[in-house]
């Protein structure tokens, strides 16, 4: 299972990484099949907090610290079976 961990929350505008990153996995869930499953986690800090979505998976989720922060990846690598992370 891959992990790519990105930052930009508008994926409707159809272009950079993130929209790029979207066509490669649709291709692997086509061809790859459950072991070469990709999640795609994206990731905005505001001032007061930071957002974390894993894109198809759930609502956006507000985390108020780091720490939080670490727990919320750790868990969500365990939970996902995780073997490869990118983080662009």
Known sequence: MILRV????????????????????????IHGGDSWKNYLLLIDKGSDCIRVKLHHEDKDKVIDTVTELNLYLNNLIKKLSVKIIHVH
């Not at 990105?6 to 869930?29: R, T």
């Open 6 to 29: 990105h930052y930009n929350f508008n994926l409707d505008e159809g272009g950079g990484a993130e929209y790029h990153i979207l066509k490669l996995m649709d291709a692997f869930k």
